[in-house]
């Protein structure tokens, strides 16, 4: 079991340090904090700009940590909010399967990241320290904190209305017209 978690931990840390460093540094191919800001911007989020860094700070740092199973259900717990964010932001609306933009890959996310959290291997630098990081409740607290600052961040950070266009300085909205 405990290499099993070990090939989860590498396969999800990785992945999640390259998700990272898209919204960071544009490696892999990614928008960089410019891009990934004008993404978070077309969905409505409040400071685009802010919460692509902090994404991609939460998905680099989740990853490492879940890569070395140190601090695991901090790293799952960043994991899992990152993932109900994306649900709730994008994928929501497209039903459940990956091939339409569904909510599948997600999900499979945060069951992975909640089952690390349950229990990271005996390969873990949580255990060689003896830090008792694993059982019952480190799983259940990792899957509870995600969802709740997945949820919190969409609450708080995002308009209730989507933005329709992007307004430069020279066009002033109407809110500044009427002034």
Not at 31 to 51: A, D, H, I, K, V
Not at 127 to 148: C, I, N, P, Y
Request: aromatic fraction near 6%; proline fraction near 4%; glycine fraction near 18%.
């Amino acid at each position: 079991m405990s290499v099993g978690m070990l090939i989860l931990r590498v396969v999800v840390g990785l992945l999640f340090i390259g998700h990272g460093t898209q919204k960071l540094f544009g490696w892999f191919g990614g928008g960089g904090p410019e891009g990934t800001s004008g993404f978070f911007g077309s969905l409505g989020y409040r400071s685009p700009r802010t919460m692509a860094l902090v994404g991609g700070l939460t998905e680099t740092v989740g990853g490492v940590l879940v890569l070395l199973g140190l601090l695991t259900p901090l790293g799952s717990a960043l994991i899992v909010g990152m993932m109900v964010s994306a649900i709730l932001a994008v994928h929501i609306d497209k039903g459940l399967w990956n091939s339409n933009g569904g909510i599948e890959l997600p999900l499979v996310f945060i069951a992975s990241a909640t089952a690390i959290a349950f229990s990271p291997g005996r390969y873990a630098i949580d255990g060689a320290l003896g830090l008792g990081l694993d059982g019952k409740l480190s799983g259940v607290l990792a899957l509870s904190v995600g969802l709740l600052a997945g949820v919190a961040v969409e609450v708080t950070m995002r308009s209730t209305v989507a933005p329709s266009i992007a307004v430069t300085a020279d066009e002033p909205t109407e809110e500044h017209r009427a002034a």
